[in-house]
T-cell receptor, first 110, second 113 residues
Framework: EDQVTQSPEALRLQEGESSSLNCSYT??????LFWYRQDPGKGPEFLFT???AGEEKEKERLKATLTKKESFLHITAPKPEDSATYLC???????????FGDGTTLTVKP | ETGVTQTPRHLVMGMTNKKSLKCEQH?????MYWYKQSAKKPLELMFV???????ENNSVPSRFSPECPNSSHLFLHLHTLQPEDSALYLC????????????FGPGTRLTVL
């Protein structure tokens, strides 16, 4: 059974304090790993898809990386508007649906 | 309107009521989905529609009944729900199927009394 574990559950940072969110996964052949951002009261917003170990993608202050066991979402010099819950999901080659993690709730204080 | 829209945004209903959730996507996609998001739990895929045909039902109780009249619209009909069904119900769409990037609506916050 595919599994996704995100850590930490919650992260509080000062504005400008860089950090990383972790997504550990087990899957029988990875089709893709997805990162989403979810603001309170809203649906998840797609950020990145990573397909193979060693792949990296960047968007503004966010950078996602992938290994064979985990993915990191690095946040460089975060701002208060980066506060949200970040969701990770994996999709196996032999499965249609994605398996989601519980998410990491990030709070950035000014 | 752009993207994926959902109505209503909030719904409170009794266990004997019948209500419907509506989703509309303006992206020209051919696949639509219903998800359930409960507090402290991961997103759960409920139903999958490809080209208006239901292709997946993940052991969802029959008190939830989906309807997809065309590729742009998706409904979730609710009847005799239980308090534990209270959650955020999210609609999503993608170009073709689950292997494509999904775009989510804002969700309907459902409370069952």
């Amino acid at each position: 059974e595919d599994q996704v574990t995100q850590s930490p559950e919650a992260l509080r940072l000062q504005e400008g304090e860089s950090s990383s969110l972790n997504c550990s996964y087990t899957v029988s052949g990875l089709r893709g790993l997805f990162w989403y951002r979810q603001d309170p009261g809203k649906g998840p917003e797609f950020l990145f898809t990573l397909y193979s170990a060693g792949e990296e993608k960047e968007k503004e202050r966010l950078k996602a990386t992938l290994t064979k066991k985990e993915s990191f979402l690095h946040i460089t010099a975060p701002k208060p508007e980066d506060s949200a819950t970040y969701l990770c999901a994996v999709q196996a080659l032999n499965a249609g649906k994605s398996t989601f993690g519980d998410g990491t709730t990030l709070t950035v204080k000014p | 309107e752009t993207g994926v829209t959902q109505t209503p945004r909030h719904l409170v209903m009794g266990m004997t009521n019948k209500k419907s959730l509506k989703c509309e996507q303006h992206l020209g996609h051919n696949a639509m989905y219903w998800y359930k998001q409960s507090a402290k739990k991961p997103l759960e895929l409920m139903f999958v529609y490809n080209f208006k045909e239901q292709t997946e039902n993940n052991s969802v109780p029959s008190r939830f009944s989906p309807e997809c009249p065309n590729s742009s619209h998706l409904f979730l009909h609710l009847h005799t729900l239980q308090p534990e069904d209270s959650a955020l119900y999210l609609c999503a769409s993608s170009q073709r199927d689950l292997t494509d990037t999904q775009y989510f609506g804002p969700g309907t916050r459902l409370t069952v009394l």
